[in-house]
Protein backbone atom coordinates (compact mmCIF):
# COMPACT_ATOMS: atom_id res chain seq x y z
CA UNK A 1 0.00 0.00 0.00
CA UNK A 2 1.69 3.29 -1.31
CA UNK A 3 0.90 6.34 0.68
CA UNK A 4 0.84 10.20 -0.43
CA UNK A 5 1.57 13.17 1.98
CA UNK A 6 -1.11 15.77 1.46
CA UNK A 7 -1.89 18.66 3.23
CA UNK A 8 -5.37 18.74 5.00
CA UNK A 9 -7.21 22.36 5.10
CA UNK A 10 -10.31 23.29 7.32
CA UNK A 11 -12.34 26.78 7.03
CA UNK A 12 -14.93 27.08 9.68
CA UNK A 13 -17.46 29.66 9.18
CA UNK A 14 -21.69 30.47 9.06
CA UNK A 15 -24.10 29.72 7.10
CA UNK A 16 -24.68 33.80 6.90
CA UNK A 17 -20.86 34.52 5.34
CA UNK A 18 -22.09 33.60 2.48
CA UNK A 19 -18.07 32.49 0.72
CA UNK A 20 -19.10 28.89 0.36
CA UNK A 21 -19.95 29.27 -3.18
CA UNK A 22 -16.50 30.95 -3.89
CA UNK A 23 -14.56 28.88 -2.24
CA UNK A 24 -16.02 25.66 -4.27
CA UNK A 25 -15.23 27.78 -7.35
CA UNK A 26 -11.83 28.33 -6.18
CA UNK A 27 -11.43 24.61 -5.32
CA UNK A 28 -13.22 23.69 -8.66
CA UNK A 29 -10.90 25.67 -10.30
CA UNK A 30 -7.42 24.59 -9.25
CA UNK A 31 -8.80 20.76 -9.92
CA UNK A 32 -8.61 19.93 -5.97
CA UNK A 33 -10.39 16.73 -5.79
CA UNK A 34 -11.45 16.18 -2.36
CA UNK A 35 -13.90 18.96 -0.95
CA UNK A 36 -16.81 18.51 1.66
CA UNK A 37 -18.64 21.24 3.09
CA UNK A 38 -20.68 19.79 7.05
CA UNK A 39 -23.35 21.66 8.07
CA UNK A 40 -22.88 21.59 12.51
CA UNK A 41 -25.85 21.27 14.11
CA UNK A 42 -24.84 23.82 17.08
CA UNK A 43 -21.75 25.48 17.96
CA UNK A 44 -20.93 29.42 18.42
CA UNK A 45 -24.39 30.03 20.25
CA UNK A 46 -26.55 29.08 17.57
CA UNK A 47 -27.93 25.21 17.47
CA UNK A 48 -30.58 23.81 15.08
CA UNK A 49 -33.13 22.95 18.18
CA UNK A 50 -36.45 22.35 17.13
CA UNK A 51 -37.65 25.26 18.71
CA UNK A 52 -34.57 27.76 18.06
CA UNK A 53 -34.88 30.06 14.42
CA UNK A 54 -31.38 30.22 13.54
CA UNK A 55 -30.41 29.65 9.97
CA UNK A 56 -26.66 31.21 11.32
CA UNK A 57 -25.49 27.26 11.59
CA UNK A 58 -21.70 26.57 11.75
CA UNK A 59 -20.33 25.31 8.47
CA UNK A 60 -16.54 23.26 8.09
CA UNK A 61 -15.79 23.38 4.30
CA UNK A 62 -12.75 20.72 4.18
CA UNK A 63 -10.58 19.64 1.79
CA UNK A 64 -7.10 18.32 0.34
CA UNK A 65 -4.96 17.35 -1.83
CA UNK A 66 -0.73 18.03 -2.40
CA UNK A 67 0.79 20.69 -0.56
CA UNK A 68 1.14 22.64 -4.89
CA UNK A 69 -2.56 22.41 -5.03
CA UNK A 70 -3.33 23.55 -1.46
CA UNK A 71 -0.91 26.32 -1.48
CA UNK A 72 -2.13 27.68 -4.35
CA UNK A 73 -5.86 27.54 -3.80
CA UNK A 74 -4.96 29.26 -0.24
CA UNK A 75 -3.77 31.81 -1.83
CA UNK A 76 -6.51 32.85 -3.84
CA UNK A 77 -9.16 31.71 -1.08
CA UNK A 78 -7.44 34.32 1.37
CA UNK A 79 -8.13 37.05 -0.63
CA UNK A 80 -11.94 36.21 0.17
CA UNK A 81 -11.97 34.88 4.07
CA UNK A 82 -10.84 37.04 7.16
CA UNK A 83 -8.16 34.87 9.35
CA UNK A 84 -8.01 33.47 11.92
CA UNK A 85 -10.92 30.46 10.53
CA UNK A 86 -8.14 28.15 8.16
CA UNK A 87 -6.21 25.11 9.57
CA UNK A 88 -4.21 23.34 7.69
CA UNK A 89 -2.31 19.99 8.73
CA UNK A 90 0.06 17.95 7.26
CA UNK A 91 -0.74 14.08 6.57
CA UNK A 92 -0.86 11.44 4.33
CA UNK A 93 -3.29 9.04 2.83
CA UNK A 94 -3.25 5.51 1.97
Do not use: C, W
Not at 65 to 80: F, T, Y
Amino acid sequence: MSKKNIKLVRIYMKESEDHVKEVLTILDDEKVQHAVVLRGIEGGHHSAHILSLSLDLPLVLEFFDSSEKVEQSLKKIKKILDGGHVIVMNGEIF
